[in-house]
Structure formats: C-alpha cells, structure tokens
C-alpha cells in the first residue's frame, strides 16, 4: 500500500512567487494535516482536513497561504506571495481516525522543502 | 499553549554505546507523548509512544520513560547501530487530536561506526 506522498521534493522560487506544494494522502485517509518546519526548528501544525473541510486550520500563519482538499482526496498548498520566512520542510500526514493520537496511526510524508530568495 | 523543548539539538555516538535524548514539555494537561524518528528523505515515524498513566515503556532497544510531575520525558536506546542514525523528534498531546501535537525541535543522532 502506497505511503503518503508529497510533491516536490524540493522547490526554489525567488521572494513574491507562487509555489504549490500537493499531498496524497493513503487510501481511504479522511484526515489529512499539513505541518511546517522551519530551519533546526519545531515541526508545527498548520491545518487539518476531514474530507474536503477544514476542520481546523488555526496554525496557518497567514492569508499568503491557502490550502484546498476539492474531492476530499489530495491536498494543495499555496502560498502566494512567497516571503523569505516562508522556506522550510512542508509535511503531510493523514490518518483514517479523527484522533489519530490514540492508535499511533498518523502517517506522514516525506515532506516538501521550500527555500525561498 | 503547549511549549516543548528538546536536546540536545546533535548527538554523536560510538556503535554499541547508548543515546538518551531528552524533552520537557509545558502543559500539565499534555497525556501522550509519542516519539518519531525522521530518516534520510523520509517521513518522521512513530517509533514509540507513552501515555501519562505509564512511566516507563520498553520496545526492543528503544525505551521511554515519563516523569509527570517534573514534566520530563526522555528516549533511551541501547546498544546503537548506524541504522539508529536520524534526526528524533518528541512531542506532546492532550491526546485530543494531531492537531494539538506539539513538537520538540529533533536531535539529529549519528552513530559512529
């Protein structure tokens, strides 16, 4: 069974470009979560799917960032206009419980690094 | 909000020795605290968790122990092999969702051959 995927791997853009970071989440995942690490920093939570809505999307940093899940399968990030703060490891992770703390069963991506000029 | 804090940020360490890292975490309502390991181009992995109820956790090579009240976690594993080289994250949670999981900063771990 294929793990949750993520791509790219690895984007540069210069400072006020777009960047599109997608996830796939494992089959059959309704909970999808979109994390962030910036540079030797903590791994923070940015947003949480279930389906197509967001259920929580209280640690996105700002309105430069837009996420969409349309279907409820995969998942996009935006940001638009990227800003030099914006560079770090994008992670995805999905699991098919609401709480998926209480099993262990949250899967996460390889993750998307983003280095912005 | 919850705030965790890890170290150390890099640790090296001859195979065969053991490795301890340790995390203090802030909210005393926090209940679960799971540790990942993130290899090479891969994805943090949960390798061992540990609920408040529990102070000590043992899988194989790798253990957890809890102190709830001086809020102290820690990953112990023994008899380290290069493949253990990795950066580790912990991390803490009411248990009320991935949402309210609140990460340590890692320790990238190399083992020496």
């Known amino acids: 069974e294929a793990g949750v995927t993520q791509f790219p791997s690895h984007s540069v853009i210069e400072k006020g470009q777009t960047v599109t970071l997608r996830c796939d989440p494992i089959s059959g995942h309704d909970n999808l979560y979109w994390y962030r690490r910036v540079m030797g920093k903590e791994i923070k939570f940015l947003l949480h799917f279930v389906k197509e809505s967001k259920q929580d999307e209280s640690g996105m940093p700002n309105n430069r960032f837009l996420a969409e899940r349309t279907g409820g399968t995969y998942s996009t990030l935006k940001v638009q206009p990227a800003e030099l703060e914006d560079s770090g490891v994008y992670f995805c992770?999905?699991?098919?419980?609401?709480?998926?703390?209480?099993?262990?069963?949250?899967?996460f991506g390889e993750g998307s690094r983003l280095t912005v000029l | 909000g919850e705030n965790v804090e890890q170290h150390p940020s890099t640790l090296s360490v001859q195979e065969g020795d053991s490795a301890v890292i340790k995390c203090t975490y802030s909210d005393s309502a926090s209940n679960y605290f799971p540790w990942y390991k993130q290899e090479l181009g891969k994805g943090p992995q949960l390798i061992i968790d540990i609920r408040s109820n529990v102070g000590e956790k043992k899988d194989q090579r790798i253990a957890v122990t809890l102190n709830k009240t001086a809020k102290h976690f820690s990953l112990h594993i023994t008899e380290t092999q290069p493949e253990d080289s990795a950066v580790y994250f912990c991390?803490?949670?009411?248990?009320?969702?991935?949402?309210?999981?609140?990460f340590g900063t890692g320790t990238r771990l190399t083992v020496i051959p």
């Open positions: 991390a803490a949670s009411r248990e009320t969702g991935a949402n309210n999981l609140f």
């Open positions: 992770a999905s699991s098919q419980r609401l709480t998926p703390t209480l099993t262990g069963e949250l899967f």
